[in-house]
Every structure is written in C-alpha cells, then in structure tokens.
C-alpha cells in the first residue's frame, strides 16, 4: 500500500468507525467545573511549552490539523482529510469551512501557514517539523506542505498533543515565542490567568463540532461543550485537593494517592477512575556541562538504583516496572530486562570517572511522589559515594532550567509521558538534537533520522531498538519504569472518561 493511501485509509476507517458509534449526547447544558491541578503552566502559549499542566488547558483551547484519537492514531480535526503525492513529499490539505477563532475571526489558510511557520522557527519540539521544506496557502482553505525527504511519521508529528502544533490567527502567530494571546479555535475560550490561583475557560458559544464525527475520539471527535465554565485551579498539596473534592469545591481532582483512592471507592459521592500507564519515570543527566558529561558516572549511578523500591516508595499503588520507551501493547515495545541493582558493580564504574565526591544538584518539582523518586535515588547513589543535593522547586522553574540551561543542575527527574504515548519516533525526538540531556548525541540522531525515512514496520521496530539499546549504553537517561494515576471525579460530573488530558467537552454535570 502507498503511503498516501496508507493515511487516507487510516483517516477514513477512524471515521467510519466512529459514524456509527457513540451514546446520544442529548443532556444537560450549563454548570461550572473546578478541575484541582498538580501545578500552574509555564506558559500558556501552545507552542513554547511541552508540559503536561500546559496541555491540560490549552487543548481545551487549541486545535491541529490532525489530532490523535482514543487509540493515538493521526485522524484529521481542523483538516477535512489530506492527499499524499506518490513521492510521499507532498501533502494537500483541505480544511473544514466555517471554523471560527474565539476572536470571532474565521480560519483560512494564512491562519494555518502563518501558524505552522511560527512553530518551525521556534516550537518547543522542533524535530516534529524538521522535515518541512514549504507551507504554502494554495487556496483560502487548503494548505500544501512539501517536505525535504519521506518522512514516514508526518501525520503522526502534526497530531502531536505533546507541544501542540496548534493553529492560531495570523496576528498571533506574528508575536514572539512565549506572549501569543490564548486566541484558539477549540470549545472553551480563555477567559483569565492567575499565576498564584487558576486559569478560567467558558464555553465557546461560536464553536461548530467536527461534523465527521458522533463522539469524542481521543483529542478529535465531536467536542461538544455541555459546561458553561471550567477552572483549574493550581494545588500541589495532595491533601488540599483531596479535602477540596470531598467538601464539593473542586468536582475533578486530578490525581491523588493510592490510599485515599481506597477510601473513595465504593463511595456513591465519588468515581475513582485508574489511569496506568499515565507516564515513565525517568531520570536524565545534564550531558553539556559537569559530571554528567563523564558516561562511567553515569553508569554508575544507574547501576546503584534498584527500580523496584524506587518505584514502590513514589507510586506504592499503581506502578509497573517496565524500561520500554513506548508503553506495553505498542507494536515497538521491546520487553528489555530490567537491570539489577548492582552496587559493587557501581562501585568499580564509579572510580573509573572523574568524580572526587563533589555535591553533584538535583533538580525536582514539588510534586510528593516525585520528590520521593529524587529522595531514594539520592540514599541508594549515597551508597556508593555519590553526594547528592535535592532542590525542589514548582514546575514552572525546575523545566525551565533543564529545559534550557546547562547550568546549576546535573541529575533531573520527571515523568515522561506523552511520548511514550505517541509512539516510538516521538519518544526518540526528545532526545534528538540534545534536547533532553543538553549535548547531541549523533548515534540518535542518525537513528531518528533512518526512523522518519523508513517505511517499512520490521525495519523500524529494528531502528527503535537500536536507539533504546544506546540510550542504555550511554545512559543518557534511566527509565525506571512506568507509573500511573487515579482520578476523582464527584458523581455529579457525568460522562467523564480519562485521557491524557481532562477532557471537559462530552460531559455535563447532573
């Protein structure tokens, strides 16, 4: 099958399937929901940011030309549909009619050229339009992009919800990196940001759902807005969320831990919904700049670390330990063998490295089952003479810095989610072009690089093992295995299913 005919296919069979499936969404208009979030965003420009909290809000907001649906797969959202070339170089993108931004302008063309253009000059996940040569307007609604060489995961790429493509007015996508208004096309509209308090969406009274489709479908579908507002509001304390839900201030919390999850359930007042995987534990090494430039110290940190306990301290009720970059059940997960804790191992590994027991930072944000991830690598690096010092700073200021500095830190952990998600060529990027560990490694490279342009299945299944089998043997990163979540939602909130993000369209309070 040619790969046009590969993503017409794949397109046409999402929405077939879904013409004929889904509940009748005939139910209650109006309500306000407060959603209780770990953290605030970093930015709420779509472009600029990859974090989760980022997300959470702005795909509320925005939307792309294809989106992923319930099963992660490419389908179209703000595009109709698209035409390949038999070179696999050219796609045409027809673009649904009617669209309007919430500045009650409607979507053409320049919109979407002008937004593609800003993300290629400077989008928070570059690698997933590198391969674009051209974004030309061919008529006032359809875009044709050509693109430098094949590049078997295009759709995939301009699907991604990890820092979305999202398609803005022109006069935004004018604006500097980092201060584009929150003027999106999607069914909430922003309404307000208080960096210390919360971010308030209302329902977009101008937004037309996709008329392809009967339900919500991942982040495409029919996105049919039942409230009239949503809030999230920004608490890290654990305990706060979970007094916040039970005493009816907040009807999502989400997440909370295993325990309270076990007093929940079974309580009429409350749905507590299980979300494993949600996201990969991981740990990275500052690759640029200090000790995590040496790869025996390296090593020899991740030979002392014993992913069991790590995993049963921070995530005691729902975790497993799997070292795969892309979540069990994706056609390239590889089932690698958990390393053992080796600490004599370490030892040796460790005099082999210029470390002379100097402090060496980590940073962590101040969410518990994070800190305590940082906490016990801490004691069991300490067991072979690493000197570590945890900083715990909030989301916000912690990804800055290991997002964009190559100073002041040296060990970072954090979930890594949407990746693995996505798939294997979206896992890899982020570490393309030294993007997670601060100096290019050119094995990766190369390795993203044959993966983009190669059509064949087996041969990629074949290229992502190579590229985990060098993230193991450089230890550019440790992924200790995956961890999930449990959301609690008030009874009240109907229709509510989780997803890598609360989706707050499809679902109405009773």
Do not use: C
Request: glycine fraction near 8%; aromatic fraction near 10%; charged fraction near 20%.
């Amino acid at each position: 099958m040619t790969l046009r005919k590969t993503y017409l296919a794949l397109a046409m069979s999402a929405l077939l399937a879904l013409s004929g499936a889904g509940p009748a969404l005939a139910q209650k208009k109006g309500g306000d929901v407060v959603i209780a979030m770990t953290a605030a965003p970093p930015s709420l420009d779509p472009h600029a940011t990859s974090a989760q909290v980022a997300r959470n809000v702005n795909l509320h907001i925005f939307e792309t030309l294809f989106a992923r649906d319930e099963n992660a797969r490419p389908v179209p959202d703000l595009a109709t549909g698209v035409n390949i070339s038999a070179d696999g170089l050219t796609y045409v993108f027809p673009l649904r009619a009617g669209v309007k931004f919430h500045n009650g302008k409607d979507m053409t063309s320049a919109d979407v050229v002008a937004s593609l253009e800003r993300y290629r000059k400077a989008g928070a996940s570059p690698s997933l339009v590198a391969a674009i040569d051209s974004v030309t307007a061919t008529g006032p609604l359809q875009v044709t992009i050509k693109l430098k060489t094949v590049q078997s995961t295009f759709l995939g790429n301009l699907s991604s919800p990890r820092a979305p493509i999202a398609i803005m007015p022109a006069e935004e996508a004018a604006k500097e990196m980092g201060k584009a208004s929150s003027v999106g096309t999607g069914p909430y509209r922003f309404v307000e940001y208080k960096p210390d308090s919360h971010i308030k969406v209302a329902r977009f009274d101008g937004y037309k759902p996709n008329p392809a489709y009967k339900d919500r479908d991942g982040f495409a579908g029919a996105k049919v807005a039942y409230l009239d507002s949503v809030t999230f509001r920004f608490m890290p304390e654990a305990g706060a969320r979970d007094a916040a839900l039970e005493t009816g201030q907040v009807q999502l919390n989400e997440t909370t831990d295993g325990p309270t999850a076990k007093r929940l359930r079974g309580n009429a007042n409350f749905q507590v919904i299980p979300v494993l995987p949600f996201a990969a534990m991981i740990l990275k090494f500052n690759m640029a700049k200090g000790i995590g430039a040496d790869p025996n110290f390296r090593r020899a940190v991740a030979q002392s670390l014993d992913f069991e306990e790590i995993m049963a301290v921070a995530y005691p009720d729902i975790y497993r330990i799997d070292t795969s970059w892309v979540y069990g059940g994706s056609a390239y997960h590889t089932n690698r063998k958990t390393p053992k804790q080796d600490l004599a191992g370490a030892k040796a590994t460790l005099a082999k490295s210029g470390y002379k027991g100097e402090k060496v930072t980590f940073i962590v944000h101040n969410d518990r089952p994070t800190v305590d991830t940082a906490t016990v690598i801490q004691q069991q690096a300490a067991q072979i003479g690493v000197n570590i010092d945890v900083k715990v700073a909030d989301w916000p200021t912690t990804s800055k810095m290991g997002l964009g500095s190559d100073d002041g830190w040296n060990l970072w952990t954090h979930g890594f989610g949407i990746e693995p998600y996505e798939g294997p060529a979206s896992a890899m990027s982020h570490w393309v072009k030294g993007q997670g560990q601060r100096k290019a490694d050119p094995v990766i490279d190369a390795l993203f690089d044959k993966f983009n342009g190669e059509m064949n299945v087996e041969v990629q299944k074949k290229l992502f093992a190579d590229f985990e089998d060098r993230m193991a043997d450089q230890t550019i990163a440790v992924n200790m295995g995956n961890y999930g979540l449990f959301q609690v939602a008030t009874s009240k909130l109907k229709n509510f299913k989780a997803y890598r993000i609360p989706r707050m369209w499809g679902v109405w309070l009773d």
